[in-house]
Structures are given as structure tokens and as C-alpha cells.
């Protein structure tokens, strides 16, 4: 009687464990904040406003990366190379021979790894200096590579691949390609869903990026196309472990991009304004916000930030960038030019 009685208990516990755990997931929706500041989240911004080229301002900028003093950034197909007090040290690549779609920086070597042409890859010296170029493969095209990054020393590049189904059926999968940095193959893994407390709301497959999480593993990340569920799933990966379920040798596909405290997702290319979103939970604090015009630039007063871009791999810094009339309270002088702000996050 005494072991029955015990049994029962147990259960009892552990159903209104679930229940309480249900119950918490579902109430934190009311928990969302609709405003937000740049400082909630950031540590420091830096402004860095890009100098003339030849008497002509860049009037755009993305891909940003830092290394050292200096600062890489593509803007129209071209690689260029700045300081960070925004003075042009010299333009990477010709428009002429390569339209870039992407590049790598390999510090070590002082090498800049340039994707483009849809199978191109050249290799270029921080100076500019073009060593080599090469095919990535004959049937290599861009609509298979939608992600790649260099981690400890390797490539790791986010690919559709075609494949068959358990039954022969021809289907386009995603996994993870593994290279040298001469981009020779080593090894694969398979990109898997992982396990949510619900089926995947409007997932985005088309648009995957590579991560690296706190705990030093590769993973996938697609932003969804309705943020509903965004806070829901953090909760629950944060609850179980972010790898829950996943095999060693497959790689996660996750609906946040995680930080050492803060975990993102942005997806400002839906056509309706109203359901681009910035998401964005404090796993500290257990905080959230979910802005559709993003975060309040309270550094610049430059109005909206919406556009957060990675500049490494773990969520520790971020970039923006502004350009008009946004810049006439902080930066008067620099109204027809580019301005890139650097985000470090809170640790």
C-alpha cells in the first residue's frame, strides 16, 4: 500500500510540474515588452562615420566585420577595408572581376577568403593583394550556399543539397559542409529541426545562418517568418539545453540566434511592415521585447533600429547603419555619408 501510495504521489508531482511548467510558458506572452532602447540591451555604441571615396560617400553597407583597427564591409559588390575612424585604407576587390556575395576573415594569416561570381573564391591579402582564385565546385551555384563561417581554423558553409527520401523520392536537404581554408571538403553533418514544445510556426528555410553557441558548437539559425511562438521557444531551449535531442554529429536548426545573454531573431524582409519584428529575450533577467520597428537608438538619437547585424559569431557585437537625415542631431556634418555604429551587447 505504502509503494502505491508513493506512486500516485509521484505522478502527482509530475503532472503538476508539467502543468506548472505549461502554465508559466503560456503566461509569459503577457511578459513581452512593445518599446525598447538600445541601452536595455547594449553595453556601448560606436559610431564610426565613412569617409569619401574620391570625393564620393558610400551609400550603403552591410556585411561588417572588425579586426583589430580594422574595419571590412561590403557596399555595392565591393570589399573595402577602412580604419576605425572611418578613412578608406584600400578597396579590396575590383567590381569588374568579382561581384561579392560574401567574404571571410582569416586573421592568422592576415587573408581575406571572398565569395562571389556564384562559384568564385578569391583570396586576398588584408592589403588588397589578389594571391589566387578557384571554383568551390562544377555544380556549385549560389542557390546551395546560404551561410558560411570560419571557426578554429575551417570552413563551415551552410548548403541545399539534393538528396532522396526514405522512399527514393528526390527532395533538396540542408546540412553543413566542413572545408580546409582552400575550401577541400572534410567532412558533412545534416541540418535537423530541433525538438519545441509545438510544431515550427512558419518556418524560414530559405534563409539559414551559422552560429556559434556559448558552449562552442555549431549551429543553424532561421529567424521565422511570425514571431508568435519566438518567446515559447526560448523558454522551453533555455528549460531543456538549446541541443536537447540533437546528435552529436547533426547540427541544430534554431529559431533564435543565441548569446551569452541575450537571444535574437530579426526578420525585417516580410513585405507587411507590420509583421517584420525584432525579438529579443534577456535569459538574466528573463526580459523580452518583440518591436516591430525595432529597438529606440537612445546613444544618437537616430531613431529606429531595426536592421541588427552580427559581427561575430557568439552575439556579443552587433552593427548597424544610418545614413541622411536620422544623422542630423548626432552627426550634422556627416549627413550625406554612412555612418556605422558598432553595438556591444551587455554581458
Known sequence: MKQITCIILAAMLLLCGGFGYEHLLAGRSTDINRNGELSDIAESVTAIPLKPINGRSLTEAHDIQKEGNDLFLISQGVLYRFNRQGELICQITDPKEIQVAGYLVHSLKRQLIVLGNVNDIYYYTFDGELLFKKKLRKDFNEEQLMSAVLHRGKIYTAERVMATD?????????????????????????????????????????????????????????????????????????????????????????????????WLAVNQHAEEADRRYVFCWDCYDNQAWELNDGFTDDFFQTGSVAALEPMDLYGHTYSFTKRGETLRHAFPEAVDSTVVFIVRMKA
Do not use: W
Not at 232 to 250: F, I
Open 166 to 262: 526514405t522512399l527514393r523520392r528526390p527532395c533538396i536537404k540542408q546540412q553543413v559542409q566542413v572545408y580546409d581554408t582552400y575550401f577541400r571538403p572534410l567532412e558533412s553533418h545534416p541540418i535537423v529541426e530541433t525538438a519545441l514544445s509545438h510544431p515550427v510556426l512558419s518556418p524560414n528555410t530559405q534563409s539559414v545562418c551559422l552560429r556559434v553557441s556559448p558552449g562552442g558548437r555549431i549551429y543553424a539559425y532561421s529567424a521565422p517568418y511570425e514571431s508568435e511562438h519566438l518567446l515559447r521557444d526560448s523558454l522551453y531551449l533555455h528549460q531543456q539545453g538549446e541541443m536537447a535531442g540533437v546528435n552529436e554529429d547533426d547540427v541544430p536548426l534554431l529559431p533564435v540566434s543565441l548569446g551569452s545573454r541575450y
